[in-house]
């Protein structure tokens, strides 16, 4: 039978085993590894994500291989849900997530100035400076925002370019796209609140836009796949308002997906990500972060799981450079700074989703 001391010493010899594999990345400070040291103690991360699981896993592959002996303990919920599970565990004291990745950018920076611990990443130097707000929400990603269409249904000719053109097609064709438009119901998505305010920021005849969309009645939806499925059936035949990332992984199995990157505009999303302040695994979520925005992390996400990356370093076109080169200066980045907070103040809100679901009839 073992005595505790010898369990003691087994143990601690196993976490310096685990440590001693689970080195520090190449060109990283040189007391990195205490982190490393202290995370393999922890065992385990613990996120809360927008990012589906499905596509999330090889990121998670490549972290826990990276650093065996820590185990990524993955969430993933809608927008909504992750900002009100996240402030109600908060409120009550509990275990929570260490680590929050959002795709609603507004409320992912509502709870980032409320809850992230300040945390300078070494990958700093490497992401836009738009993308990093006061070293505690990162912006992770860039993704362009998109219009979907059924290309069976759609002829060539038809297909808008832009949001004027989108809304020109569809007020002239009222019977024809008659329930068949879809985009994010922005009451129950903070994702699609939060696009719909961008684009009211980038377009200055918006709610007219809007209007003319609505006289062909809007079918609205709280997820993209819902949204992807819909127009590829035919149920509905465009859809605005789609993460690029989503609708071009889709199309490559999907000959019926049509694409359209807006030539007025393209908004580019970025997903937020933070430390909580609260995290119980601190050093293991400050690894995972830095894993994210790594070159070796944002090429997984550019190259395995199509989602574009927020740096200009990583091999192919699917980085910053690489859509630049392709969709030129219509590309608008949504920064990570208090701009984003604006319409999440209660009367502000209540009025815009009253001025959209006028403009719209919904």
């Known amino acids: 039978m073992l005595s505790k001391n010898m369990i003691s010493v087994s143990v601690t010899a196993l976490v310096f085993s685990i440590s001693a594999y689970a080195a520090q990345p190449e060109g990283y400070p040189a007391d990195y590894q205490k982190l490393v040291d202290g995370a393999v103690k922890e065992g385990k991360v613990v996120i809360y994500s927008t990012t589906d699981v499905k596509a999330a896993e090889p990121l998670i592959k490549g972290f826990e291989e990276q650093y065996p002996g820590i185990k990524v303990e993955y969430n993933d919920m809608n927008s909504t849900e992750l900002y009100n599970r996240y402030i109600s565990e908060q409120a009550a004291g509990g275990v929570s997530g260490d680590v929050i990745w959002s795709s609603s950018m507004d409320t992912g920076l509502k709870l980032a100035s409320d809850y992230a611990k300040q945390y300078a990443s070494p990958e700093l130097a490497q992401l836009p400076k738009w993308a990093v707000w006061k070293e505690k929400a990162y912006g992770t990603t860039y993704e362009p925002v998109v219009f979907i269409y059924n290309k069976r249904l759609i002829p060539q000719s038809d297909v808008p370019d832009s949001h004027a053109a989108l809304a020109k097609l569809i007020a002239s064709q009222p019977e024809k796209f008659k329930s068949k438009v879809t985009t994010y119901d922005i009451q129950k998505s903070a994702l699609g609140f939060m696009l719909a305010a961008q684009d009211a920021k980038q377009d200055a005849d918006y709610f007219a836009h809007l209007a003319d969309i609505g006289k062909g009645g809007l079918t609205v939806q709280s997820s993209t796949g819902t949204m992807m499925e819909r127009v590829s059936s035919g149920e509905n035949l465009i859809g605005f308002n789609i993460l690029g990332s989503y ?116």
Do not use: C
């Open 247 to 362: 609708a071009e992984s889709r199309a490559k199995n999907d000959d019926s997906m049509g694409i359209v990157y807006p030539k007025d505009y393209t908004l580019v999303l970025s997903r937020v990500s933070f430390i909580s302040d609260t995290a119980s695994n601190e050093n293991a979520a400050k690894l995972w972060l830095d894993y994210v925005l790594s070159e070796k992390g944002q090429s997984i996400l550019a190259n395995q799981v199509d989602i574009p990356s927020i740096r200009s370093d990583i091999e192919g076109d699917n980085d910053i450079n690489g859509l630049t080169k392709s969709l030129g200066n219509g590309l608008k980045p949504i920064p990570v700074d208090e701009s984003l907070l604006e319409y999440l103040q209660p009367n502000q809100r209540l009025q815009f989703i009253k001025r959209w679901r006028t403009a719209t009839n919904k």
